[in-house]
């Protein structure tokens, strides 16, 4: 699985991307509807039995207006529910850390958007948990799936703010099994590596000891319109806006590495016939942040995945990347490179990491990682 330990400190990452990461959230909220935000009720049938979304939803969401504040104080302000009036909590636990009475409003200091998580008080089920889950979608530049245990001991995704997958969509996911989602998806060599092992941590993983992963694939994205922010700020209301215009990196869906986000078939990524622009100029390494730990109150697992695009011309930059990114794309066996997409951009990437490679001698110095 390769994972390790997380520090707390590292569970939610800001950076200096966060105003046009959110600008590409808000987009693909309000024009992906339950695409980007879902929470399923309650599942009870013959075989198994599995509590809804909603309430998780809403416990992340008074865990984030509590730790965001805390990890990045100046971007971040609070304000509390007043003192001798009930607090939100879920089972007559507060959903307060210490004690405190919960927050009831949260404002993001770059962009100015303000929350009311009050307003959860007065909706329930299903319509409480999207709610919950557009404001945590606001909050953060993380997706997460909310995975919840059945009675059957899997892991079922009940609830998600999937906005950036970039190569999956939540409707193809939404109420499957940890075991479904990976197999249906063509995780290579899911069944015979993973699939016991991840069952199996799951169901034992404690509060305290959230994890982190890490992975990275390959993307090709249209070539640069030169939208500036400023225009693309102005354009946020209008109607003719479309998705080259708010996200020209296909940060939330690459469809020029997958096709048209309504048409993909689920499980055959990298599905797009290989663009004409597709060049060392469009690609991207796309490497997402993966983090689990489970909440307190309700029980569920939180899966976050933080999403990073690097430009492939500026990575190559770093003396020896271009020959250690080489090597570990040839490494990948067959089935690891079909899930990779490797036929698409194969050729032309090795080739201009190999001229990159040769250009500084690494090749043959032999330079090692570090140095």
């Not at 994972?3 to 950076?15: A, C």
């Not at 919960?102 to 303000?114: F, L, R, Y």
Request: proline share 5%; charged share 30%.
């Amino acid at each position: 699985m390769g994972i390790r330990t997380m520090p707390w400190s590292e569970w939610i990452e800001l950076d200096s991307t966060y105003s046009h990461w959110q600008r590409v959230r808000k987009f693909r909220v309000r024009t992906r509807g339950h695409d980007a935000v879902r929470v399923l009720p309650a599942r009870e049938d013959e075989s198994v039995k599995v509590q809804g979304g909603a309430w998780a939803a809403k416990e992340l969401v008074y865990e984030l207006a509590e730790y965001l504040p805390r990890r990045y104080p100046s971007s971040f302000r609070v304000t509390r529910f007043p003192n001798g009036v009930p607090g939100p909590s879920i089972g007559g636990v507060s959903l307060a850390w210490g004690q405190q009475q919960p927050v009831q409003i949260i404002e993001a200091v770059e962009t100015g958007d303000k929350f009311d998580l009050g307003v959860l008080e007065g909706l329930n089920g299903v319509e409480m948990g999207e709610e919950a889950m557009r404001i945590t979608a606001g909050l953060i530049q993380e997706d997460v799936a909310l995975m919840i245990e059945g009675t059957d001991g899997k892991y079922y995704f009940q609830g998600g703010a999937i906005c950036i997958p970039g190569f999956w969509r939540m409707r193809d996911k939404i109420g499957m099994t940890l075991d479904d989602i990976h197999i249906s998806g063509n995780v290579p060599r899911f069944k015979e590596k993973l699939q016991l092992s991840m069952e199996k941590f799951f169901r034992r993983m404690p509060v305290d000891k959230p994890v982190i992963r890490n992975n990275y694939f390959m993307q090709v994205c249209k070539p640069s319109s030169h939208v500036s922010d400023g225009d693309v700020e102005a354009r946020l209301d209008v109607e003719e806006e479309c998705a080259s215009d708010i996200d020209p990196e296909e940060l939330g869906w690459s469809e020029s590495t997958n096709g048209l986000e309504d048409e993909f078939s689920h499980g055959h990524g990298h599905g797009a016939l290989p663009a004409p622009y597709l060049a060392p100029s469009t690609l991207r390494l796309r490497s997402e942040r993966q983090t689990l730990r489970r909440l307190p109150r309700t029980g569920a697992i939180v899966f976050g995945i933080r999403t990073y695009l690097f430009k492939i011309e500026e990575l190559v930059r770093e003396r020896g990347v271009a020959d250690r990114l080489a090597s570990a794309i040839r490494s990948w066996p067959n089935d690891v490179g079909v899930y990779k997409g490797r036929k698409m951009y194969g050729d032309i990437l090795l080739n201009y990491l190999d001229e990159c490679a040769a250009r500084e001698g690494v090749q043959e110095e032999g330079l090692r990682y570090p140095y």
